[in-house]
């Protein structure tokens, strides 16, 4: 692993966001097996009867809105034109990215032992630092990087243009992945990167083509994490039924139409109302009825896992403070926030229930919800490309309502339909960048990455994959995405 001493990366180089160029680097400092949390738990297996772990998800959007057309983010127009729709929010809501620096530290001094998982995009953190809010960057950094606060904070990896992962052209899942380490490595440093080892899916969107999702957890793992959050309903056993134990870890399998195999750990969000779940502390009162589990030859807490927005809503802004302050607490009262029911963090759980001798083969398996259907007409020896898109095929013909689009956090939206004005720009500007770039990055010895034509055109194609051009609607958004594509295209064909 790379020394992790002396050295450090700039946040911000030619104007650009440090996403790319330290690529090896990276690789060398996630790729470890190093425990995170066991050296500094103060939590006994022993002791606890179930867990809850809770995330929040904060994101804004870049876009071509600037005074003169540059990019910025959408937290900074929000402040520029505070009468257009809820543009009032944005004081609100560049505190809510800030205060989980105030209320972890808080906490800590009054007895109590509270845990939060924090999964920002990284164009919101490369938003916060073009708006010089340096005050939320440091503020967040006190509870990453200080060892008085580590114990108690998680970071969860994610893409780093907020793009949903089944739309996203498979060749580019993993320079987002690389390009949020990276520039998570630039803000709180290579310590805390080598830390992060869950990550969080844009929208909790998880890819059900098997192509795609072999592609996308081969990546996860490559890059070093070892579980991902997955929403309930987004997937099934492998025989096609409901999960039977949804407060258990599972193992996610992956299955290519090569017939190939990967697996990797998924904590399963449950199903609700994310952000008013976690904003009144629902979790840690649905984890007060469950009870131990028996997994393999061990017994282990059950874990209710879930993650809601950590800005939307005025349940989220308003009664999330001193709900979230009154669950730790309730716990100090009832056990000294160590015993009995407790929040963890999500590597923590893994790596004491590992500790207690807990098996990864023991974890129940399950696969993205409508696989089934396809590996019942694919038998084990005839696994070819031809064969699985022929069951697809059947399976359409059959069953209208089946899709390849993933599922997401809410069912009644498509990522794809209706938004082809955007996601044909989308995959065209992906082909050209890799047109151009690929050919060159094939010699190992080159800088390519390092460059900031390189740079340049990779936030260009990042950025235009952001989720929001398609979920907030035609009109504006989808001009900001037209936008995005023409520039980048100029850019790459220069």
Same mark, same amino acid.
């Given at each position: 692993m790379l020394?992790?001493?002396?050295?450090?990366?700039?946040?911000?180089?030619d104007?650009l966001p440090?996403?790319?160029?330290?690529?090896?680097e990276?690789?060398?400092v996630v790729n470890?097996?190093?425990p995170v949390?066991l050296?500094t738990t103060?939590?006994?297996?022993?002791?606890v009867n179930?867990v809850?772990?809770?995330?929040?998800h904060?994101?804004?959007?870049?876009i071509?809105?600037?005074?003169?057309?540059?990019l910025?983010?959408?937290?900074?127009?929000?402040?520029a034109?505070p009468?257009?729709?809820?543009?009032?929010?944005?004081?609100?809501?560049?505190?809510?990215?800030?205060?989980m620096?105030?209320?972890?530290?808080?906490?800590?001094s009054?007895?109590?032992?509270?845990r939060?998982?924090?999964?920002?995009s990284?164009?919101?953190?490369?938003?916060?630092r073009?708006?010089g809010?340096d005050?939320v960057?440091?503020?967040?950094?006190?509870i990453t990087?200080?060892p008085?606060?580590?114990?108690?904070?998680e970071w969860l990896?994610?893409?780093?243009?907020?793009?949903?992962?089944?739309?996203?052209? /498979?060749?580019? $899942? @993993?320079?987002?992945?690389?390009a949020w380490?990276?520039?998570?490595?630039a803000?709180?440093?290579? !310590? *805390?990167l080598?830390r992060?080892k869950g990550f969080?899916?844009?929208?909790?969107?998880?890819p059900?083509h098997?192509d795609?999702l072999?592609?996308?957890?081969?990546?996860?793992?490559?890059?070093?994490?070892?579980?991902l959050?997955v929403?309930?309903?987004?997937?099934e056993?492998?025989d096609g039924?409901?999960?039977?134990?949804k407060?258990?870890p599972?193992r996610?399998i992956?299955?290519?139409?090569?017939?190939?195999?990967?697996?990797? /750990?998924?904590? $399963? @969000?449950t199903?609700?109302?994310?952000t008013?779940?976690?904003?009144?502390?629902?979790?840690y009162? !649905? *984890?007060k009825?469950?009870?131990?589990?028996?997994?393999?030859?061990v017994e282990i807490?059950?874990i209710?896992?879930?993650?809601g927005?950590?800005e939307?809503?005025?349940?989220m802004?308003n009664?999330f403070?001193?709900?979230?302050?009154?669950?730790?607490?309730?716990m100090?009262?009832?056990?000294?926030?160590?015993s009995g029911?407790v929040g963890?963090c999500?590597t923590?759980?893994?790596?004491?229930?590992e500790?207690?001798g807990?098996q990864v083969?023991?974890?129940p398996?399950c696969?993205?919800t409508g696989?089934h259907?396809?590996w019942?007409?694919?038998?084990s020896?005839n696994?070819q490309?031809e064969?699985?898109?022929?069951a697809?095929?059947?399976?359409?013909?059959?069953?209208?309502?089946?899709?390849?689009e993933?599922a997401s956090?809410?069912n009644h939206i498509?990522?794809?339909?209706g938004?082809?004005?955007?996601?044909s720009?989308m995959?065209?500007?992906?082909?050209l960048f890799?047109q151009?770039?690929d050919?060159?990055?094939?010699?190992?010895d080159?800088?390519?990455?390092?460059?900031?034509?390189?740079?340049?055109?990779?936030?260009y194609n990042?950025?235009l994959q952001?989720s929001?051009?398609?979920y907030w609607?035609?009109?504006?958004?989808?001009?900001?995405?037209r936008?995005?594509y023409?520039?980048g295209?100029?850019y790459?064909?220069s």
């Amino acid at each position: 692993m790379l020394s992790l001493e002396n050295t450090t990366l700039p946040e911000i180089i030619d104007g650009l966001p440090n996403i790319s160029g330290s690529e090896a680097e990276v690789l060398s400092v996630v790729n470890n097996d190093a425990p995170v949390f066991l050296p500094t738990t103060n939590i006994n297996l022993a002791d606890v009867n179930a867990v809850f772990a809770i995330a929040l998800h904060m994101h804004q959007p870049t876009i071509p809105a600037g005074s003169g057309g540059e990019l910025i983010s959408n937290l900074q127009y929000m402040f520029a034109h505070p009468q257009e729709g809820d543009n009032h929010n944005a004081g609100p809501f560049a505190w809510c990215y800030s205060r989980m620096g105030d209320f972890i530290p808080e906490l800590v001094s009054q007895g109590c032992n509270p845990r939060i998982m924090l999964d920002y995009s990284g164009n919101l953190l490369w938003g916060l630092r073009q708006m010089g809010r340096d005050d939320v960057l440091d503020n967040l950094k006190r509870i990453t990087c200080d060892p008085k606060y580590q114990p108690y904070v998680e970071w969860l990896g994610t893409m780093w243009g907020h793009a949903v992962v089944p739309s996203t052209p /498979i060749e580019d $899942i @993993k320079l987002h992945i690389l390009a949020w380490q990276q520039y998570f490595a630039a803000i709180f440093g290579w !310590e *805390a990167l080598a830390r992060v080892k869950g990550f969080s899916p844009p929208e909790m969107h998880l890819p059900n083509h098997p192509d795609t999702l072999f592609q996308f957890v081969k990546a996860l793992k490559e890059c070093g994490y070892r579980w991902l959050l997955v929403q309930e309903h987004t997937v099934e056993t492998i025989d096609g039924q409901h999960l039977t134990d949804k407060h258990l870890p599972h193992r996610l399998i992956a299955r290519n139409s090569q017939g190939e195999t990967i697996s990797v /750990i998924a904590l $399963i @969000k449950t199903q609700g109302s994310d952000t008013k779940l976690v904003a009144q502390m629902q979790p840690y009162y !649905e *984890a007060k009825t469950l009870s131990k589990r028996r997994l393999g030859n061990v017994e282990i807490p059950a874990i209710v896992s879930q993650i809601g927005d950590g800005e939307n809503g005025g349940v989220m802004m308003n009664e999330f403070p001193s709900a979230f302050k009154q669950a730790w607490w309730d716990m100090v009262n009832n056990g000294g926030g160590r015993s009995g029911v407790v929040g963890v963090c999500g590597t923590e759980y893994l790596e004491l229930i590992e500790a207690a001798g807990c098996q990864v083969e023991d974890f129940p398996a399950c696969q993205p919800t409508g696989q089934h259907q396809i590996w019942q007409r694919v038998s084990s020896n005839n696994s070819q490309p031809e064969a699985v898109e022929k069951a697809i095929e059947e399976i359409k013909q059959i069953n209208p309502n089946f899709h390849l689009e993933g599922a997401s956090w809410t069912n009644h939206i498509s990522w794809v339909k209706g938004y082809e004005n955007v996601l044909s720009p989308m995959y065209e500007l992906s082909n050209l960048f890799h047109q151009k770039f690929d050919s060159l990055l094939l010699d190992s010895d080159s800088s390519m990455t390092k460059q900031a034509n390189y740079r340049q055109a990779l936030l260009y194609n990042l950025l235009l994959q952001t989720s929001c051009f398609r979920y907030w609607g035609q009109g504006a958004w989808t001009d900001y995405a037209r936008e995005i594509y023409q520039r980048g295209k100029s850019y790459i064909n220069s």
